[in-house]
């Protein structure tokens, strides 16, 4: 772990806590571009947590502190994401695969937010996931079946189901409001990111497995 301290920061409201770990490229080409901008204080941004290439960590942000990083958007519900949520960005431009060193760090990391904060799998989310019209990251190239297997995220189950139900069963599982198209790309982005054209029963059925087994109305108590 490597301290890099940025200025971006303060309290979470409202009493919040880390419940939500959202994931973001950089779009930057370096890691020393990228702290650069995280540390600006005419930036206004900033993360927890940069890793990059190599694997390196570097510690930006205090976790009981509000890092500036998923601006607006809403999961689960609610807005403020910030100060609800930890933020990790990954070096990366959005144009190649993020390289084995960057990901064995980053389920490294993972397992240790998860554990110290308590958040289940489902609480690690993109930040396309949280603001769909807004957002791509941490884009189509980041391999989340691989997270999921390492029991740091989520992957559906396939199975087929009604297209009609396709947009409540996402709010189910945490989207939140957009256009329909909106909700596909981001949705597709993070779970079926070769597929296209238009919204099919696969999708459907995807959306309806994460919605049965990870709900914000599962077992009654995620609400």
């Known amino acids: 772990m490597r301290a890099r301290p940025s200025p971006n920061f303060g309290p ?8 939500l770990i959202v994931l973001h490229y950089t779009g930057m080409a370096s890691a020393a571009a990228a702290l650069d901008r995280l540390c600006d204080p005419a930036a206004e941004v900033s993360a927890h947590y940069l890793l990059d290439e190599a694997g390196h ?11 500036w990083h998923a601006g607006a958007g809403a999961w689960r519900g609610a807005g403020d994401v910030n100060s609800r949520s930890l933020g990790i960005e990954l070096v990366n431009t959005s144009q190649h695969p993020f390289p084995e060193p960057q990901m064995a760090a980053l389920e490294a990391l993972l397992a240790e937010l998860r554990a110290r904060w308590a958040i289940p799998p489902e609480g690690v989310i993109a930040h396309s996931d949280l603001a769909p019209e807004r957002k791509r990251d941490p884009g189509p190239r980041f391999d989340w079946r691989r997270l999921a297997l390492a029991g740091q995220s989520v992957w ?7 297209p009609a139900g396709f947009t409540a069963a996402l709010h189910a599982f945490g989207y939140p409001a957009a256009p329909p198209e909106a909700l596909l790309a981001a949705f597709r982005l993070r779970f079926r990111p070769w597929a ?5 029963a696969i999708d459907a059925g995807l959306a309806s497995d ?3 087994r990870f709900g914000i ?4 108590h995620n609400a």
């Open 12 to 19: 979470r409201k409202d009493g919040g806590r880390p419940e």
């Open 57 to 67: 960590c570097y510690a930006l942000v205090e976790e009981e502190m509000r890092a």
């Open 156 to 162: 559906p189950q396939a199975r087929a189901a009604d």
């Open 196 to 200: 296209t054209g238009p919204l099919d």
């Open 210 to 212: 994460l919605a049965a």
């Open 217 to 220: 109305d599962r077992a009654g």
